[in-house]
């Protein structure tokens, strides 16, 4: 019996300790402005229930690393120089896809529009009855050099599918880059249904994309190239110190080569993203840090949609599973297409 007043004591610190936790809880997600107010639903909504760590054992302690601040980091006060505003003037497109490229890269985006980027404009994929809306968006910052902003405009004159934003355009800003492709999205674009991020060495059979994003649930999902736990590189350009990222390994996100969302939870990653750090490592941030927000979930390509080591081959793309292959130059997109032109090539 002498024990019971201590069981009772420790039974009382318990809960005031749990009072105490809820109420700091709840001031540091007050005040927030209006046009946060999507991006903290999550936080707030009381029918909100606890769901299992999602990601590598070793982030559990430091969950408070995903949760945003109260106040913005980084400006996203950018003005389109090129607005892109005719790109979705007529229709409303089943998806955007916006495609990060480099001024220089002409050739590149010659191929990408004669190519598996041309159903933005025919409507058409070889072979096949195609009917989603698609827009192709390149997005481009300013060069320091402008005899290569004047390529990107007199592009943009021609085609109609570029945008670019009034910030510094640098390997260090790719996710500025794509958070203003959301942005532009939201004003110019805004009933799409899904957006995606690329690379312009990236060919992607669009066909097969549509018919993997139509059999699985995008709710609060990213589909792409998936990745559970990747360690922190130890050198080259995408090493960080530890000021930048003090944890051992990134959260569960996809590869920057491609990732498919949709419109609505691209805008809930743009409106929460500027209150956190600054993020260099555009697909870490994007799909990994900023959709720990949200507790989304990532819905992988299988190893026969996408080899991680290796370039698939026309056949591949044609005949196979493959959705997506990486590190085609110009010269391969045509080849791949003519394969698409001509199937007795693979037969």
């Known amino acids: 019996m002498r024990f019971r007043p201590r069981l009772l004591a420790l039974v009382l610190l318990s809960v005031t300790a749990v009072i105490f936790i809820h109420n700091k809880v709840m001031t540091y997600y007050?005040?927030?402005?209006?046009e946060t107010t999507v991006a903290y639903k999550e936080y707030t909504d009381p029918t909100a229930t606890i769901k299992p760590f999602y990601g590598h054992p070793s982030l559990m302690p430091y969950e408070d690393f995903f949760v945003p601040g109260?106040?913005?980091t980084f400006s996203l006060d950018y003005n389109f120089s090129l607005d892109g505003s005719k790109i979705c003037k007529d229709e409303d497109p089943y998806m955007v896809i916006f495609i990060l490229s480099l001024h220089d890269k002409t050739a590149q985006r010659a191929a990408i529009r004669q190519t598996w980027g041309s159903v933005a404009t025919s409507n058409r994929w070889p072979g096949t009855t195609f009917t989603p809306i698609i827009k192709i968006v390149f997005l481009f910052?300013?060069?320091?050099i402008d005899i290569l902003n004047e390529i990107v405009r007199k592009e943009s004159s021609i085609h109609n599918d570029i945008v670019q934003a009034d910030f510094v355009d640098a390997y260090a800003n790719l996710t500025l880059k794509v958070l203003m492709g959301f942005k532009w999205m939201t004003s110019y674009c805004p009933k799409t249904k899904f957006v995606m991020k690329t690379d312009e060495d990236s060919f992607i059979v669009l066909p097969k994309l549509v018919r993997k994003l139509e059999s699985?649930?995008?709710?609060?999902?990213?589909?792409?190239p998936y990745v559970f736990a990747e360690g922190i590189a130890p050198y080259g350009k995408h090493?960080?110190?530890?000021?930048?990222?003090?944890?051992?390994f990134y959260p569960p996100h996809c590869k920057g080569n491609?990732?498919?969302?949709?419109?609505?939870?691209?805008?809930?990653?743009?409106?929460?993203?500027n209150h956190f750090k600054y993020f260099?490592?555009?697909?870490?941030?994007?799909?990994?840090?900023?959709?720990?927000?949200f507790d989304v979930r990532h819905i992988n390509l299988k190893d026969s949609e996408y080899h991680k080591f290796k370039v698939a081959s026309a056949c591949e793309l044609l005949t196979g599973s493959v959705i997506l292959s990486q590190k085609i130059s110009e010269i391969r997109q045509y080849q791949i297409w003519q394969t698409f032109r001509n199937k007795i090539l693979c037969s």
């Open 30 to 34: 007050t005040g927030r402005s209006p």
């Open 70 to 72: 109260k106040n913005t």
């Open 141 to 144: 910052g300013v060069h320091p």
């Open 216 to 224: 699985v649930s995008m709710d609060n999902s990213i589909l792409g």
């Open 239 to 248: 090493k960080l110190e530890k000021e930048e990222y003090p944890l051992a």
């Open 258 to 273: 491609m990732y498919v969302m949709s419109s609505n939870l691209a805008t809930k990653l743009r409106l929460v993203a």
């Open 280 to 293: 260099r490592i555009e697909d870490v941030f994007l799909t990994g840090i900023l959709a720990k927000v």
